[in-house]
Structure formats: structure tokens, C-alpha cells
Antibody, heavy 115, light 110 residues
């Protein structure tokens, strides 16, 4: 079955960067499905961050994250990556990847930003 | 900016029916999808546009669209239908396509 498995939780200091990975299985990674990234702070709703097309590498980011997020992929290992730079405490959240029309979702990666 | 507005928290008795709404101007152009997030879990896709249910989603879930409003109806609510329901839709008004989520509706099954 289609599955997205994300990397483990991370703890970062303010100003640092984090890279979260999302390994796809059960389908051809370069098929016509974008990988979307969504985050959720504790007690809050879902916030879309951007998309990446695994076939072309094209990306589209939410305005809020445009200047400090980069989404990439490694086709050889069917893995998508989301890097967020200049982390602040308000970036503490669970980060999810999701295929296409958000089906399925990865299990989520908790990123904690704390000094 | 584009946004989707969802209902405040609702409760439904076991076996009864609840209808959730999602409103926004962008729904004139792209229909809504719906997701259920149970406590402590990742969201699950429960409804696609035109009342299409993803594989494995029971037929007690149904959806509809009209103008700027999308609805998700749960007929015969079960305990495991409890959680936060989110709608989303595409927004093509910017430099590139983007997605917008509603703020979510918490559903409690009594």
C-alpha cells in the first residue's frame, strides 16, 4: 500500500535549520503526485507550507514560508525533503508530508525549537 | 487572502447525523476535500470532490458542494468518527497553485 514514512523528531535552537525527510513506498515516486508539506502547532489547525513535484523538482511555497523553506527530493531513494531555516519558537510544530490531494499522510515529525 | 471557514465545535449522539460546512470564495472554482484527524494521529482523507469517497471510507460519509459552500455529512455517527474535521481546496489566484485549509471543526460523539 502507499505509505509515507517521515524522519524522527528533532530539537533545534533558535536560528538553526531543520531538514525533515519523507520516504515514499508503494507507488512510483515520480508518478504525477506532488508531495505537500503541512505543519500543525499544538492545539492549532493545519497550515499548508508548499508542494514539490518529484518528477520535475518544481516547487510552490506558501507566501509565509517563501524566503526560508526549500523542498527537494532524491529520486534514487524515493524521498522528499523539507528544509526550514532560521527557526524560531513559533516554528515548534508537527510537520507532515502528504501525497497529491493529501492522501496518504506521513506519520508526522515533531520539530521543537528551544534554547 | 483566500480562506475557508468551518463550523464551531459540534457534538452528535451515537447513531445520529451531523453535517459540517466549509465556506469560502475559492470553492466556486475548486471543490473541497475533507480530512479527519483523530486525537494524536495524522489526518486521513475522508472525502474528495463530487461525493467521491477514498478507498476504505464507509458510505456513512457523504459530501456535496453548492456555490461557495461544501458540506460533509456523517449519517449514523460512530465513536471512531470523533475528531477534528478539516476541509481544503486549491487556490489558483497566486503565482502558482496553492492549497488552503479551513480552521477545522471538532466533532464529539456522545
Amino acid at each position: 500500500q502507499v505509505q509515507l514514512v517521515q524522519s524522527e523528531a528533532e530539537v533545534k535552537e533558535p536560528g538553526a535549520s531543520v531538514r525533515v525527510s519523507c520516504k515514499a513506498s508503494g507507488y512510483t515516486f515520480t508518478d504525477n503526485y506532488d508531495i505537500n508539506w503541512v505543519r500543525q502547532a499544538t492545539g492549532h489547525g493545519l497550515e499548508w507550507m508548499g508542494w514539490m513535484n518529484p518528477n520535475t523538482g518544481n516547487t510552490g511555497y506558501a507566501d509565509k514560508f517563501e524566503d526560508r523553506v526549500t523542498m527537494t527530493r532524491d529520486i534514487s531513494i524515493s524521498t522528499a525533503y523539507m528544509e526550514l531555516r532560521n527557526l524560531q519558537s513559533e516554528d515548534t510544530a508537527v510537520y507532515y508530508c502528504a501525497r497529491g490531494r493529501f492522501d496518504p499522510w506521513g506519520q508526522g515529525t515533531l520539530v521543537t525549537v528551544s534554547s | 487572502s483566500s480562506q475557508l471557514t468551518q463550523d464551531p465545535p459540534v457534538s452528535v449522539a451515537l447513531g445520529q447525523t451531523v453535517t459540517l460546512t466549509c465556506q469560502g470564495a475559492i470553492l466556486r472554482y475548486f471543490s473541497a476535500n475533507w480530512y479527519l484527524q483523530r486525537p494524536g494521529q495524522a489526518p486521513v482523507h475522508v472525502m474528495s470532490p463530487k461525493n467521491n469517497r477514498p478507498s476504505g471510507i464507509p458510505d456513512r460519509f457523504s459530501g456535496s458542494d453548492s456555490g461557495t459552500t461544501a458540506t460533509l455529512t456523517i449519517t449514523g455517527a460512530r465513536a471512531d468518527d470523533e475528531g477534528d474535521y478539516y476541509c481544503n481546496s486549491r487556490d489558483s489566484s497566486g503565482r502558482h497553485p496553492r492549497w488552503v485549509f479551513g480552521g477545522g471543526t471538532k466533532v464529539t460523539v456522545l
